[in-house]
């Protein structure tokens, strides 16, 4: 659009008030940035050529966008703003003085900077499931505003630079650019050669070629790792921010704590939380009055010409004034659409009255289902009236129509669409009422939405109703008459209402009660017959039903009601309606005086000297003081008088509390300036009136007449307030709600509340209702209301008003950022107290560095004006918050999206390190008494031999003290030391007890392969599958056997290897490696089996496995033809220099010589192979694996599963390293068996695969990894009735072992064993194994071994290293499963890994093994190698100290465990786990005598893996493990595919892949700080939103951490959004 650069001063009036009209339903957000200009346009051409003639003299554009508008223009249309009094709603110029004079000691304060977040580019165009939203309520244009391109402030910097590409670019199936939005330009990713000398000396890390996805096959498993840690051309992808220097940021930003100390003791119980989430603040202020007395109205004198009732009114004034007319409603033009008479009013409430009890009508039904039950409608029942907010002359028919015929009528909002905001709820309260009937009007009915039957949509959540139109009924028969009156004391009316949750309930009024409310509201407001009210209100509910419905009626009245869809275009129409019929009553609120003070254009024809009551229906807002001063000042020229503006207070359950009475303003009329920190405190205290803290508050009238109100405390019991005390407002009177329908135990604590005086005695036998206000009573009975219950929030013991923060965020700027009316505060409980959430509507046209700019300026003014932290702040698009019927915001429907993750928002701040202060205190080792008595027995040491055995000594009371300092977690936990027994298990003897077993007789595996290929040379012994099940090759013990010596000529020949060189096997999984394995030790070579580089990733695992050639030295590379070309391909050239590679073997093309010799190593201790792996630190380690220590874990393995050669094992893992590679490569050589290899490739492509080998050749054991696991459980998730069909049947299984180096999964083994126990699958047969790199198998389910034991422990005491079981579903439980059976040979303990102490068995300690088939050693480590030089050597300093062990470096607890096996029942087995060991066995068995009677017992020592030690994140003095923070994170929200954590720089990282839309990002971030803060008692620093696939796992299914860590800090993540919390 052109700029219209228009001197808006010399407008003619009448284009400046439109202008004005215009600019309010912009700030309203009631038009869009685009139709606003358009109409401006349309308004300002005719004047364009007055003031410039000449196209030339045209001023120059401002930096505006397409769409935009100028700063000249912006500028000019804020200036007029000024000019029409553009108060906003909850202005004071108090408050806003306040929060400038805030905002500028903070600019003169040292502050740093606030981080920005980081967006992806798809994160800052709109996306498509937000653009429904854009829509504005009230205009039909488009939306495609402009955004202004303003300099990043100097505290702020530019924003951060999109990161670089993935390197494989997705693609975005909704590219939508806006023409507002910053276009960032993406960087291509440059290959570059990689310097291999370089890359030795990095830390490396770990791929794999696995080519499956966990997205149907689409993204690449390999694609899971990333090299993250390859230079970057910063210049040309990465911006001046760095994730590194925000962080840093950060950190200088929680560096200056705001807030007060955290509390002295370390609590971690539920209570003591709460006690500190509440604390006791003894400089708080104290009330000093005296007890309150109760405020008693005067008596009601009812006026002698009032009718007897409602119905005797409606009789009286339908036949002897049936032409006057009761109700007039305007069209959405400002013109008289209709009217109704008393007597239309009479007849047609007859017709509905006779139709209702008759069934006269014609109705729809609802598409939910027949009625059932009786569908008659009899006095008494509920029906629900259903009409729209511009029709209340049908709305008055049906209620008066319920009225005559007896039935109880429920109003409610009209439902538009099936996701309304909060219509779940409406329908629990009609289905609670049991309404089956919904009364509504023609229009309303074409309306509803339908089906393609016709009928009426069912509702979410609604009963099956009967939609009954109320017009065109017929004439009831002359001789009918409505039925007898009903009892006093039945309903008349059930008013809807909502809790501060969002939960519908609905108030029963009695017919005597709305009655006496009736006349009560006719002698305090004066009513007399004939008079006219102007009604802007809801005609449904609360005022505007007991003033303009009901009251009026009863006073022979005639009301003009204005629809709000006239009030947005015309906000003057209900003034002009009280200058054309002299209307002497208005009914209104707030926003409806502030919005009259806008429409300049239509004051001049306003003459309001018939008004002598102006009713403020909202007067208990604490900021509609404001309005109505503005409004008195604007308006007394127009013939307002000060007398005639009467605030009142009114509630659903007490219905009108006070109101101020007409005539009396000038004089009783009531104000207090009261400090806002008393009533924080709960205390009235007096302010000065230029405080800039301080609230001013005017009182809503008088106690109406004969009623009482008291004010009760808050909480607790219902105390009576002390006079200057804050508290909810009771009233006592026969004008009150009576209960919520069917909810009698809410109703008994709101309708049945005694008050108590401070002794505890009630103050009479009467009950009190509570009306849900906060206030107090002031002098001369005035009172005052400072809140409500439901919009108070209370944080850290004191008690904030939701609208005093909307009223403070309101002064920072508001037109520029957000819109005025479109802004929800809540709180949410996190961590047992209330934080501060603040959710406002942005505008299009603000950037991304203003919308910062503003939130940091909010926090500050909050902080400053309230003294209390705001826990989030978040942005959402326009029209984007969940509106009522009328306009406003759903609170709870905002707070339910918030909590859900659905909310959307655009910008999110979260602050806990601001606003939380109730975390418990770090621990702390106290090792004070441990130095006095180590400098104690060193003064008494005079020889150097005492001086030995005193270390010694104060070694062992080191470790005695670590054991009994149970810490602060035992408070919480209670008996957390049990037992006493020392940490110490022992698999059973690995002795020759089989003299058949003539393996045992060869110490080499090579020698064993020879003999079987001489003594069972048919004997097949592997089997290769391939993905379509089928029989890829096998392979028996001779033709092993001579390939393996072909192998072994060819390194001879052409490789030249001599005894002892190593040599690299680089093959995909299946029977070549096996050969090429046994080839390399024929001849004496140490072979390194490496897995081959993924074809479609080559630029990641191409490194790693020169990394592996070069650091296992080995002197040449055998492998097969496919990977060999792959290695000389060009793709893979552009990654290294194909002539760095070491002579390359090709394992296809060998000689058929028959080997002259087969090497034997001259001792078992010699070293067999290298197996090199990277640990989930990201730690590359090769260990040495002498010949020794293969047989013995052959045999370990051997005499735990019982493998003979008649056993068919089938195996479907990585055969790499680890327990995979003996599975794969040795156990078959040794025990005889038949091995089914199915490589987990072939497995991604056909999920089905395993499992159909495993029924095929009805396996009795299988091994597999976690991801085959997880492929097979989300694969086969929809196909097991299909497996069924096909004949599958797992019931063969004995042993299903996952092979593992973490701690079990026990949810995927759940999950696993629950879904195909369909097919046969026994859970008992669903095991895990533990391996680490010192010993590569420790732990085994074997054949006759127990069921997995499961645990549940305390994760609290885990934390401080302890170990206390507790009772599955205890709070704060984490659930253990045994990591399989000690193999024979093993023996473990467990010790602490700083002071090398033997742990007891209720302490967490490191695992140490002993056993026969330990790794010799590293063959090399990166890293100072000095930090591993004992892990093959570790001795205790207590206990057995001349015993060496190896340090696995994980982190459990052993557990002894009672085994009754009854011999009637010999498949069940039953475990009982025994905290201590101080009983006998055999007084345990004694005591079960009479249970077990002749069972027998055994004793298995159960070994609980619960985490790696390197892994551990050590957080406030404890110890957190990984995966508990993860596993909590991936429960918050549906849309978490997977999580990782981390720290860095003592901040928690928290990385999440988002299984969505961009847009749904940021509904993240609040989720995953509450979940980690409530359930770990951490803040979360960082918060990162990636793509699925991002967080790098290996071939084990072990995520990578430490790689995510370093390509985060190295801006290597395309993140979707990066938020800092502050």
Same mark, same amino acid.
Request: aromatic share 6%; net charge neutral; proline share 6%.
């Given at each position: 659009?052109?700029?219209?650069?228009?001197?808006?001063?010399?407008?003619?009036?009448?284009?400046?008030?439109?202008?004005?009209?215009?600019?309010?339903?912009?700030?309203?957000?009631?038009?869009?940035?685009?139709?606003?200009?358009?109409?401006?346009?349309?308004?300002?051409?005719?004047?364009?050529?007055?003031?410039?003639?000449?196209?030339?003299?045209?001023?120059?554009?401002?930096?505006?966008?397409?769409?935009?508008?100028?700063?000249?223009?912006?500028?000019?249309?804020?200036?007029?703003?000024?000019?029409?009094?553009?108060?906003?709603?909850?202005?004071?110029?108090?408050?806003?003085?306040?929060?400038?004079?805030?905002?500028?000691?903070?600019?003169?304060?040292?502050?740093?900077?606030?981080?920005?977040?980081?967006?992806?580019?798809?994160?800052?165009?709109?996306?498509?499931?937000?653009?429904?939203?854009?829509?504005?309520?009230?205009?039909?244009?488009?939306?495609?505003?402009?955004?202004?391109?303003?300099?990043?402030?100097?505290?702020?910097?530019?924003?951060?630079?999109?990161?670089?590409?993935?390197?494989?670019?997705?693609?975005?199936?909704?590219?939508?650019?806006?023409? *507002?939005?910053?276009?960032?330009?993406? &960087?291509?990713?440059?290959?570059?050669?990689?310097?291999?000398?370089?890359?030795?000396?990095?830390?490396?890390?770990?791929?794999?070629?696995?080519?499956?996805?966990?997205?149907?096959?689409?993204?690449?498993?390999?694609?899971?790792?990333?090299?993250?840690?390859?230079?970057?051309?910063?210049?040309?992808?990465?911006?001046?921010?760095?994730?590194?220097?925000?962080?840093?940021?950060?950190?200088?930003?929680?560096?200056?704590?705001?807030?007060?100390?955290?509390?002295?003791?370390?609590?971690?119980?539920?209570?003591?939380?709460?006690?500190?989430?509440?604390?006791?603040?003894?400089?708080?202020?104290?009330?000093?009055?005296?007890?309150?007395?109760?405020?008693?109205?005067?008596?009601?004198?009812?006026?002698?010409?009032?009718?007897?009732?409602?119905?005797?009114?409606?009789?009286?004034?339908?036949?002897?004034?049936?032409?006057?007319?009761?109700?007039?409603?305007?069209?959405?033009?400002?013109?008289?659409?209709?009217?109704?008479?008393?007597?239309?009013?009479?007849?047609?409430?007859?017709?509905?009255?006779?139709?209702?009890?008759?069934? $006269?009508? $014609?109705?729809?039904?609802?598409?939910?289902?027949?009625?059932?039950?009786?569908?008659?409608?009899?006095?008494?029942?509920?029906?629900?009236?259903?009409?729209?907010?511009?029709?209340?002359?049908?709305?008055?028919?049906?209620?008066?129509?319920?009225?005559?015929?007896?039935?109880?009528?429920?109003?409610?909002?009209?439902?538009?669409?099936?996701?309304?905001?909060?219509?779940?709820?409406?329908?629990?309260?009609?289905?609670?009422?049991?309404?089956?009937?919904?009364?509504?009007?023609?229009?309303?009915?074409?309306?509803?939405?339908?089906? =393609?039957?016709?009928?009426?949509?069912?509702?979410?959540? @609604?009963?099956?109703?009967?939609?009954?139109?109320?017009?065109?009924?017929?004439?009831?028969?002359?001789?009918?008459?409505?039925?007898?009156?009903?009892?006093?004391?039945?309903?008349? *009316?059930?008013?809807?209402?909502?809790?501060?949750?969002?939960?519908?309930?609905?108030?029963?009024? $009695?017919?005597?009660?709305?009655?006496?409310?009736?006349?009560?509201?006719?002698?305090?407001?004066?009513?007399?017959?004939?008079?006219?009210?102007?009604?802007?209100?809801?005609?449904?509910?609360?005022?505007?039903?007991?003033?303009?419905?009901?009251?009026?009626?009863?006073?022979?009245?005639?009301?003009?009601?204005?629809?709000?869809?006239?009030?947005?275009?015309?906000?003057?129409?209900?003034?002009?309606?009280?200058?054309?019929?002299?209307?002497?009553? &208005?009914?209104?609120?707030?926003?409806?005086?502030?919005?009259?003070?806008? &429409?300049?254009?239509?004051?001049?024809?306003?003459?309001?000297?018939?008004?002598?009551?102006?009713?403020?229906?909202?007067?208990?807002?604490?900021?509609?003081?404001?309005?109505?001063?503005?409004?008195?000042?604007?308006?007394?020229?127009?013939?307002?008088?000060?007398?005639?503006?009467?605030?009142?207070?009114?509630?659903?359950?007490?219905?009108?509390?006070?109101?101020?009475?007409?005539?009396?303003?000038?004089?009783?009329?009531?104000?207090?300036?009261?400090?806002?920190?008393?009533?924080?405190?709960?205390?009235?205290?007096?302010?000065?009136?230029?405080?800039?803290?301080?609230?001013?508050?005017?009182?809503?009238?008088?106690?109406?007449?004969?009623?009482?109100?008291?004010?009760?405390?808050?909480?607790?019991?219902?105390?009576?307030?002390?006079?200057?005390?804050?508290?909810?407002?009771?009233?006592?009177?026969?004008?009150?709600?009576? +209960?919520?329908?069917?909810?009698?135990?809410?109703?008994?604590?709101?309708?049945?509340?005694?008050?108590? %005086?401070?002794?505890?005695?009630?103050?009479?036998?009467?009950?009190?209702?509570?009306?849900?206000?906060?206030?107090?009573?002031?002098?001369?009975?005035?009172?005052?209301?400072?809140?409500?219950?439901?919009?108070?929030?209370?944080?850290?013991?004191?008690?904030?008003?939701?609208?005093?923060?909307?009223?403070?965020?309101?002064?920072?700027?508001?037109?520029?950022?957000?819109?005025?009316?479109?802004?929800?505060?809540?709180?949410?409980?996190?961590?047992?107290?209330?934080?501060?959430?603040?959710?406002?509507?942005?505008?299009?046209?603000?950037?991304?560095?203003?919308?910062?700019?503003?939130?940091?300026?909010?926090?500050?003014?909050?902080?400053?004006?309230?003294?209390?932290?705001?826990?989030?702040?978040?942005?959402?698009?326009?029209?984007?918050?969940?509106?009522?019927?009328?306009?406003?915001?759903?609170?709870?429907?905002?707070?339910?999206?918030?909590?859900?993750?659905?909310?959307?928002?655009?910008?999110?701040?979260?602050?806990?390190?601001?606003?939380?202060?109730?975390?418990?205190?770090?621990?702390?080792?106290?090792?004070?008494?441990?130095?006095?008595?180590?400098?104690?027995?060193?003064?008494?040491?005079?020889?150097?031999?005492?001086?030995?055995?005193?270390?010694?000594?104060?070694?062992?009371?080191?470790?005695?003290?670590?054991?009994?300092?149970?810490?602060?977690?035992?408070?919480?936990?209670?008996?957390?030391?049990?037992?006493?027994?020392?940490?110490?298990?022992?698999?059973?003897?690995?002795?020759?007890?089989?003299?058949?077993?003539?393996?045992?007789?060869?110490?080499?595996?090579?020698?064993?392969?020879?003999?079987?290929?001489?003594?069972?040379?048919?004997?097949?012994?592997?089997?290769?599958?391939?993905?379509?099940?089928?029989?890829?090759?096998?392979?028996?013990?001779?033709?092993?056997?001579?390939?393996?010596?072909?192998?072994?000529?060819?390194?001879?020949?052409?490789?030249?290897?001599?005894? +002892?060189?190593?040599?690299?096997?680089?093959?995909?999984?299946?029977?070549?490696?096996?050969?090429?394995?046994?080839?390399?030790?024929?001849?004496?070579?140490?072979?390194?089996?490496?897995?081959?580089? *993924?074809?479609?990733?080559?630029?990641?695992?191409?490194?790693?496995?020169?990394?592996?050639?070069?650091?296992?030295?080995?002197?040449?590379?055998?492998?097969?033809?496919?990977?060999?070309?792959?290695?000389?391909?060009?793709?893979?050239?552009?990654?290294?220099?194909?002539?760095?590679?070491?002579?390359?073997?090709?394992? %296809?093309?060998?000689?058929?010589?028959?080997?002259?010799?087969?090497?034997?190593?001259?001792?078992?201790?010699?070293?067999?192979?290298?197996?090199?792996?990277?640990?989930?630190?990201?730690?590359?380690?090769?260990?040495?694996?002498?010949?020794?220590?293969?047989?013995?874990?052959?045999?370990?393995?051997?005499?735990?599963?019982?493998?003979?050669?008649?056993?068919?094992?089938?195996?479907?893992?990585?055969?790499?390293?680890?327990?995979?590679?003996?599975? @794969?490569?040795?156990?078959?050589?040794?025990?005889?068996?038949?091995?089914?290899?199915?490589?987990?490739?072939?497995?991604?492509?056909?999920?089905?695969?395993?499992?159909?080998?495993?029924?095929?050749?009805?396996?009795?054991?299988?091994?597999?990894?976690?991801?085959?696991?997880?492929?097979?459980?989300?694969?086969?998730?929809?196909?097991?009735?299909?497996?069924?069909?096909?004949?599958?049947?797992?019931?063969?299984?004995?042993?299903?072992?996952?092979?593992?180096?973490?701690?079990?999964?026990?949810?995927?083994?759940?999950?696993?064993?629950?879904?195909?126990?369909?097919?046969?699958?026994?859970?008992?047969?669903?095991?895990?194994?533990?391996?680490?790199?010192?010993?590569?198998?420790?732990?085994?389910?074997?054949?006759?071994?127990?069921?997995?034991?499961?645990?549940?422990?305390?994760?609290?005491?885990?934390?401080?290293?302890?170990?206390?079981?507790?009772?599955?579903?205890?709070?704060?439980?984490?659930?253990?499963?045994?990591?399989?059976?000690?193999?024979?040979?093993?023996?473990?303990?467990?010790?602490?890994?700083?002071?090398?102490?033997?742990?007891?068995?209720?302490?967490?300690?490191?695992?140490?093994?002993?056993?026969?088939?330990?790794?010799?050693?590293?063959?090399?480590?990166?890293?100072?190698?000095?930090?591993? &030089?004992?892990?093959?050597?570790?001795?205790?300093?207590?206990?057995?100290?001349?015993?060496?062990?190896?340090?696995?470096?994980?982190?459990?607890?052993?557990?002894?465990?009672?085994?009754?096996?009854?011999?009637?029942?010999?498949?069940?087995?039953?475990?009982?786990?025994?905290?201590?060991?101080?009983?006998?066995?055999? =007084?345990?068995?004694?005591?079960?005598?009479?249970?077990?009677?002749?069972?027998?017992?055994?004793?298995?020592?159960?070994?609980?893996?619960?985490?790696?030690?390197?892994?551990?994140?050590?957080?406030?003095?404890?110890?957190?493990?990984?995966?508990?923070?993860?596993?909590?994170?991936?429960?918050?929200?549906?849309?978490?595919?997977?999580?990782?954590?981390?720290?860095?720089?003592?901040?928690?990282?928290?990385?999440?892949?988002?299984?969505?839309?961009?847009?749904?990002?940021?509904?993240?971030?609040?989720?995953?700080?509450?979940?980690?803060?409530?359930?770990?008692?951490?803040?979360?620093?960082?918060?990162?939103?990636?793509?699925?696939?991002?967080?790098?796992?290996?071939?084990?299914?072990?995520?990578?951490?430490?790689?995510?860590?370093?390509?985060?800090?190295?801006?290597?993540?395309?993140?979707?959004?990066?938020?800092?919390?502050?």
């Amino acid at each position: 659009m052109a700029d219209l650069s228009v001197d808006i001063s010399k407008l003619p009036d009448e284009i400046r008030d439109k202008l004005a009209e215009l600019d309010l339903e912009l700030s309203e957000g009631d038009i869009t940035q685009k139709g606003y200009e358009k109409k401006r346009t349309r308004l300002l051409t005719p004047y364009i050529p007055q003031q410039q003639p000449q196209a030339g003299s045209q001023p120059p554009r401002g930096p505006r966008g397409e769409g935009g508008c100028s700063r000249q223009h912006t500028r000019n249309r804020r200036t007029h703003r000024r000019v029409t009094h553009n108060e906003k709603r909850y202005h004071s110029e108090v408050r806003q003085e306040a929060v400038q004079q805030a905002l500028a000691e903070m600019q003169n304060r040292p502050k740093p900077s606030l981080p920005m977040p980081s967006k992806r580019t798809s994160m800052m165009a709109k996306s498509p499931d937000r653009e429904r939203h854009d829509l504005s309520s009230s205009s039909d244009e488009d939306s495609c505003a402009g955004e202004s391109e303003l300099p990043p402030p100097p505290e702020l910097g530019s924003p951060p630079a999109r990161r670089p590409a993935a390197p494989h670019p997705r693609v975005h199936p909704h590219p939508l650019p806006q023409p *507002h939005q910053r276009e960032k330009k993406h &960087a291509p990713r440059e290959r570059t050669e990689i310097d291999l000398s370089e890359i030795t000396h990095l830390p490396p890390y770990v791929t794999h070629t696995s080519s499956g996805g966990r997205r149907g096959g689409v993204t690449l498993i390999a694609d899971r790792v990333q090299c993250y840690s390859q230079p970057e051309d910063t210049g040309t992808g990465t911006g001046r921010w760095k994730v590194s220097a925000k962080i840093q940021q950060l950190l200088n930003t929680l560096k200056r704590p705001k807030r007060r100390p955290l509390p002295e003791f370390y609590e971690d119980d539920d209570i003591e939380l709460e006690i500190a989430a509440n604390p006791k603040d003894p400089n708080a202020p104290k009330p000093e009055g005296g007890t309150m007395t109760p405020a008693v109205g005067e008596q009601l004198v009812v006026p002698a010409g009032l009718p007897r009732n409602l119905e005797g009114a409606l009789q009286r004034y339908g036949t002897a004034s049936f032409k006057a007319n009761v109700a007039t409603v305007l069209d959405p033009n400002g013109k008289l659409s209709n009217s109704l008479t008393y007597g239309k009013l009479l007849s047609r409430s007859l017709k509905i009255a006779h139709a209702l009890l008759n069934k $006269t009508f $014609t109705s729809k039904t609802s598409s939910g289902g027949p009625l059932t039950g009786d569908s008659s409608i009899k006095p008494g029942d509920r029906v629900a009236l259903v009409y729209p907010n511009n029709d209340p002359i049908n709305f008055m028919c049906a209620f008066y129509g319920c009225l005559q015929a007896g039935v109880v009528p429920v109003p409610i909002e009209v439902p538009l669409t099936r996701r309304d905001a909060g219509l779940q709820q409406v329908g629990f309260l009609l289905g609670s009422c049991g309404i089956q009937y919904a009364l509504t009007s023609e229009a309303c009915m074409k309306g509803l939405p339908k089906t =393609s039957s016709g009928d009426v949509v069912s509702f979410r959540g @609604w009963p099956s109703l009967q939609w009954v139109s109320t017009e065109k009924l017929q004439r009831p028969p002359r001789d009918w008459i409505p039925p007898p009156r009903p009892a006093e004391d039945s309903p008349a *009316h059930i008013e809807h209402t909502s809790a501060a949750d969002g939960s519908a309930m609905g108030v029963i009024v $009695t017919r005597s009660a709305m009655l006496a409310h009736c006349r009560m509201l006719s002698v305090a407001c004066n009513y007399t017959e004939g008079e006219h009210m102007v009604c802007v209100l809801d005609f449904k509910r609360e005022t505007g039903l007991w003033h303009a419905v009901l009251a009026s009626v009863l006073n022979g009245m005639h009301v003009i009601f204005i629809p709000y869809a006239l009030m947005k275009v015309s906000p003057a129409s209900w003034m002009h309606m009280i200058t054309k019929y002299r209307a002497s009553i &208005a009914i209104v609120k707030s926003r409806d005086l502030h919005w009259g003070l806008l &429409a300049t254009r239509d004051h001049k024809e306003i003459s309001l000297g018939s008004l002598r009551m102006l009713l403020v229906a909202d007067g208990a807002n604490p900021w509609s003081l404001s309005s109505c001063d503005q409004f008195l000042s604007v308006f007394q020229t127009k013939g307002v008088r000060g007398d005639a503006i009467c605030p009142c207070a009114c509630s659903s359950e007490s219905l009108t509390v006070c109101v101020r009475r007409a005539g009396r303003g000038g004089s009783s009329a009531g104000r207090g300036v009261l400090s806002m920190s008393g009533l924080s405190y709960g205390v009235v205290r007096v302010d000065a009136e230029n405080s800039l803290t301080s609230l001013t508050l005017q009182d809503c009238g008088q106690v109406m007449p004969s009623c009482v109100i008291v004010v009760v405390k808050m909480e607790g019991p219902a105390f009576l307030c002390k006079t200057d005390e804050v508290g909810e407002i009771c009233v006592l009177s026969g004008a009150t709600g009576s +209960g919520y329908w069917g909810l009698p135990g809410l109703t008994n604590t709101v309708f049945r509340v005694r008050p108590l %005086d401070s002794d505890g005695e009630p103050i009479g036998e009467e009950h009190y209702v509570r009306s849900g206000l906060l206030g107090f009573l002031g002098p001369g009975g005035l009172v005052f209301v400072c809140g409500s219950r439901d919009g108070l929030m209370t944080v850290t013991g004191r008690k904030h008003n939701m609208d005093d923060i909307i009223a403070t965020v309101l002064a920072v700027e508001p037109m520029k950022f957000i819109y005025r009316g479109r802004i929800a505060v809540f709180s949410v409980r996190v961590l047992r107290d209330e934080r501060i959430c603040i959710v406002a509507e942005q505008r299009p046209d603000c950037g991304e560095e203003e919308s910062f700019q503003w939130m940091s300026r909010v926090l500050q003014a909050v902080d400053s004006i309230h003294q209390v932290g705001i826990y989030c702040l978040a942005l959402v698009q326009p029209n984007y918050l969940p509106k009522t019927p009328l306009g406003g915001i759903h609170l709870s429907e905002c707070k339910r999206r918030f909590l859900e993750g659905t909310l959307h928002p655009a910008n999110v701040l979260m602050c806990p390190h601001t606003c939380v202060t109730n975390l418990p205190k770090p621990r702390e080792i106290h090792s004070g008494t441990v130095i006095v008595i180590r400098n104690y027995y060193l003064e008494l040491s005079e020889s150097r031999a005492v001086r030995i055995v005193t270390v010694k000594l104060f070694c062992t009371i080191h470790n005695i003290l670590l054991f009994l300092d149970v810490g602060p977690a035992s408070v919480i936990v209670g008996n957390l030391v049990q037992g006493n027994r020392l940490a110490s298990a022992q698999g059973r003897d690995m002795g020759y007890t089989d003299d058949s077993d003539a393996a045992r007789k060869y110490q080499f595996i090579s020698q064993i392969l020879r003999w079987r290929a001489q003594s069972t040379s048919d004997h097949v012994i592997f089997t290769l599958l391939n993905s379509k099940g089928t029989v890829s090759k096998v392979l028996t013990c001779a033709e092993l056997h001579k390939k393996a010596e072909r192998i072994g000529n060819l390194l001879l020949e052409k490789g030249r290897v001599n005894t +002892g060189d190593h040599v690299a096997l680089i093959f995909p999984p299946g029977l070549d490696l096996i050969c090429a394995f046994y080839g390399c030790l024929y001849v004496g070579a140490v072979p390194v089996t490496i897995r081959p580089p *993924h074809p479609q990733n080559l630029h990641t695992t191409l490194p790693t496995v020169k990394m592996i050639v070069d650091v296992s030295k080995a002197t040449l590379i055998l492998s097969n033809q496919s990977v060999i070309k792959l290695l000389r391909s060009k793709e893979a050239s552009n990654v290294l220099d194909s002539k760095a590679w070491p002579i390359t073997l090709d394992t %296809d093309d060998m000689p058929k010589k028959k080997l002259p010799i087969l090497y034997r190593a001259p001792t078992a201790e010699m070293l067999a192979y290298l197996d090199f792996s990277v640990s989930t630190t990201g730690m590359l380690a090769g260990i040495k694996m002498s010949h020794a220590a293969v047989t013995s874990l052959c045999r370990s393995m051997k005499i735990a599963c019982e493998l003979y050669p008649s056993r068919h094992i089938a195996l479907c893992l990585d055969p790499y390293c680890g327990l995979g590679f003996a599975l @794969w490569c040795l156990s078959s050589i040794y025990s005889g068996h038949h091995s089914i290899l199915i490589p987990p490739s072939e497995v991604e492509i056909n999920p089905g695969l395993w499992l159909s080998a495993v029924s095929q050749y009805k396996v009795r054991d299988t091994f597999c990894s976690y991801g085959v696991m997880e492929l097979c459980t989300k694969g086969l998730g929809s196909s097991v009735n299909q497996l069924k069909s096909k004949g599958i049947n797992l019931a063969c299984v004995r042993t299903c072992v996952v092979v593992a180096e973490e701690r079990p999964r026990i949810n995927l083994s759940n999950s696993f064993s629950k879904l195909f126990s369909a097919l046969g699958l026994s859970p008992r047969a669903v095991s895990t194994s533990f391996g680490c790199r010192v010993n590569i198998a420790i732990c085994l389910q074997g054949a006759s071994s127990p069921e997995p034991s499961t645990v549940y422990v305390d994760l609290r005491a885990l934390r401080n290293d302890r170990v206390s079981l507790v009772e599955r579903g205890s709070p704060h439980s984490l659930c253990l499963m045994e990591s399989g059976k000690l193999l024979p040979g093993v023996k473990v303990i467990t010790a602490n890994p700083e002071t090398k102490g033997q742990c007891g068995d209720s302490h967490l300690g490191e695992i140490w093994v002993q056993s026969p088939h330990n790794a010799s050693g590293y063959f090399t480590i990166y890293g100072d190698e000095s930090d591993y &030089a004992d892990h093959f050597s570790a001795q205790l300093v207590t206990g057995n100290t001349g015993e060496v062990y190896a340090r696995t470096g994980y982190l459990g607890f052993l557990r002894r465990t009672e085994i009754s096996t009854t011999a009637s029942s010999s498949d069940d087995t039953s475990l009982m786990l025994r905290d201590s060991d101080t009983e006998s066995l055999a =007084s345990a068995c004694g005591s079960t005598s009479g249970l077990c009677g002749g069972d027998t017992h055994d004793t298995h020592d159960a070994v609980f893996v619960v985490g790696a030690l390197d892994e551990t994140i050590m957080l406030r003095g404890m110890r957190y493990h990984p995966i508990d923070i993860e596993n909590s994170v991936m429960r918050c929200h549906k849309k978490i595919a997977e999580c990782a954590v981390f720290t860095w720089t003592n901040l928690l990282v928290v990385v999440v892949e988002l299984d969505g839309n961009d847009s749904e990002a940021l509904n993240l971030v609040p989720l995953v700080t509450n979940t980690v803060l409530e359930e770990h008692h951490l803040i979360v620093g960082v918060v990162v939103v990636v793509d699925p696939g991002v967080v790098p796992i290996n071939s084990r299914g072990e995520k990578q951490r430490m790689h995510l860590r370093d390509g985060f800090l190295s801006d290597q993540i395309d993140a979707i959004y990066i938020a800092y919390n502050m």
